[in-house]
């Protein structure tokens, strides 16, 4: 037996033999014809449209398919690659080649290609490095459509069941989006990738299918025909594991299964814990699409509505009236119930394409959160003013991301005065009640929580960033993933000092974050006196069930 570790990107346990898969594009010397004499050059252009119109006829179908599988908000990925292949850039890089240069459609469209996607693999932020798998998409697709709409290299679709039995694990150095939009999980139990990140569109969509997935394992071996486990919460990989091993993960594997199961029991209940104490516990959302599995679970709230998830599978701007919209909807749907919406939170490692962000050595700590929307007022101006008019749906919680003063909180609430102030000018109905609060995520704001505490209604408790600040440990570095961990003496000390704030100054506060959902912190959150906790929808059950084993009369409060 040997191990193997990547990133776990999809959660849940898979056995089975490892098939390997070559979704790869064909070299360009396998086209039929690389150069066009000068006559022929307009009849190659003529030829790379055509292939560019039904490749966008294709897209358009995935983005149906994806609308019906994953539902609108992934779906966006599909978006995303039609906007790509509308380029006009492109385009036009694409016309020289054939005009000027005299090469084919094929190897044109290859070339381009290549260059935006070795333009996306050389930068240094993550989301924009994973879009280098969207242009290779489009890229294939127009190839697709040039060779006729036959298949291309070895495996620009899957093998059949004839050739590989199902149920197996997929192996690939890499998988494009429409390929994974295509796997069927009752084919394919697990997927393997060597290349690859959490931010990946491929990532993305093996989540929403409910398909266990680790990236970035680049040494695993390739050609398959063995047997492995993968485990998609640790990112572990076990090539040829013994029987033990192989019983040990079949039995973790029908006890994750029978946990999903028995979970459901839990949606109708009230968050309480044994003695008798009152937990709220709400969600995180980044789309309206997501209060599908809001609603079931029976979530007290919406903790944190990532606001950046709007901006980011867009191929333009979203206006006020189609943000008003999404924000009012999830605030009819939680029937009064509290949605905090967060400022647009955009940088380091979230990008949006229609927004020249500078390069920064340290995009982490740079022009983020509240300090792009205030270099950016005419975006920020716009998604208040939509904020303020989807206010009168619910009860509209204001969340400001990566504070690190005061007088940021101040500027935003003077911009809130202007936003409602033009409103009213204009006779568009909107209200000014709802609460402002500040993400509290770095040290900055932990040390100056009296002061912000004053200044606010709430503060919600990042853990993630707060986490890698406390403990200066990149928590997208596995060589000191070991540190990013809330339970992190340091960082209980952090969380402790941030809800103390909280408490004297008589608000509320609220821990998201990857610690809100670890039960190893559920008893020491609850013991230091919060009473809010905001966990992503998949976690929401299991965390009812650890809330309602609790008994706060035996805890003494101690670190």
């Known amino acids: 037996m040997k191990k193997y570790r990547g990133i776990a990107v999809s959660e849940g346990y898979a056995l089975g033999p490892v ?13 039929t014809h ?13 030829r790379f449209l055509q292939a560019r119109v039904g490749a966008c006829s294709h897209m358009t179908e995935l983005y149906q398919q994806a609308l019906a599988r994953v539902g609108e908000h992934y779906a966006g990925i599909f978006k995303i690659q039609l906007a790509l292949l509308q380029d006009e850039e492109l385009l036009l890089r694409v016309r020289r080649k054939i005009m000027e240069e005299g090469l084919s459609a094929e190897v044109a469209m290859q070339a381009v290609g290549e260059e935006y996607g070795n333009l996306f693999d050389a930068m240094d932020d993550e989301y924009m490095r994973a879009r280098g798998a969207d242009i290779r998409d489009v890229q294939r697709q127009v190839l697709q459509q040039l060779a006729g709409d036959t298949p291309l290299g070895d495996g620009a679709a899957l093998p059949s069941e004839e050739d590989w039995p199902a149920p197996y694990l997929l192996a690939a150095d890499d998988i494009l989006p429409s390929q994974t939009l295509a796997l069927d999980p009752g084919q ?30 680049r040494d695993f071996p390739r050609g398959g025909g063995f047997f492995a486990i993968l485990n998609g919460f640790s990112g572990e990989l076990l090539r040829d594991p013994g029987e033990e091993e192989k019983w ?67 191929e333009q701007m979203p206006s006020e009236e189609e943000q008003a919209a999404a924000y009012g909807a999830v605030l009819q749907q939680m029937q009064g119930k509290k949605v905090i919406i967060r400022l647009l939170d955009v940088g380091a490692d979230k990008q949006i394409p229609y927004v020249k962000m500078d390069r920064e050595e340290n995009p982490v700590m740079g022009r983020r959160g509240i300090r792009f929307c205030l270099e950016h007022r005419d975006i920020l101006m716009t998604q208040l003013r939509a904020l303020l008019r989807a206010a009168p ?77 406390v403990m200066a440990a990149d928590r997208g570095n596995p060589k000191v993933g070991a540190l990013c961990s809330a339970n992190q003496e340091p960082v209980r000390r952090m969380l402790r000092m941030a809800v103390d704030s909280a408490r004297r100054a008589g608000i509320w506060a609220d821990v998201c974050g990857e610690a809100a959902a670890d039960p190893q912190m559920t008893e020491f959150l609850l013991s230091i006196g919060v009473r809010t906790l905001s966990v992503a929808p998949a976690s929401l059950l299991s965390m009812r069930q650890t809330i309602r084993q609790q008994d706060l009369t035996k805890k003494s409060g101690e670190s």
């Open 188 to 217: 394919v139990l697990g997927l393997i990738l060597r290349q690859g990140s959490q931010m990946s569109h491929a990532a993305i969509l093996a989540r929403s299918l409910g398909i266990p997935a680790v990236t970035g394992v």
């Open 34 to 46: 690389t150069q066009s004499p000068e006559k022929d050059r307009p009849r190659e252009w003529a």
């Open 248 to 314: 040990e993960y079949t039995r973790m594997r029908q006890e994750f299964e029978a946990r999903r199961q028995a979970l459901k029991t839990y949606s109708g209940v009230q968050t309480i814990t044994m003695d008798g104490t009152p937990v709220e516990l709400m969600a995180n959302i980044g789309h309206p699409d997501d209060m599908t599995s809001v609603r079931d679970c029976g979530a007290d709230g919406i903790g944190l509505f990532r606001s950046e998830y709007l901006f980011m599978y867009c």
């Open 19 to 31: 098939r390997e898969w070559l979704p790869n594009l064909p070299e360009a010397g396998t086209f």
């Open 393 to 469: 749906l619910g009860q509209l919680g204001i969340l400001i991301p990566m504070v690190v003063s005061v007088e940021e909180v101040r500027t935003v609430r003077r911009l809130l005065r202007q936003a409602a102030c033009t409103l009213e000018e204009e006779g568009i109905a909107h209200s000014t009640q709802y609460e402002i609060g500040v993400m509290i995520e770095t040290p900055a704001s932990v040390m100056m929580g009296d002061e912000l505490a004053q200044e606010v209604d709430f503060f919600s408790i990042g853990t993630n960033d707060l986490t890698q600040f």
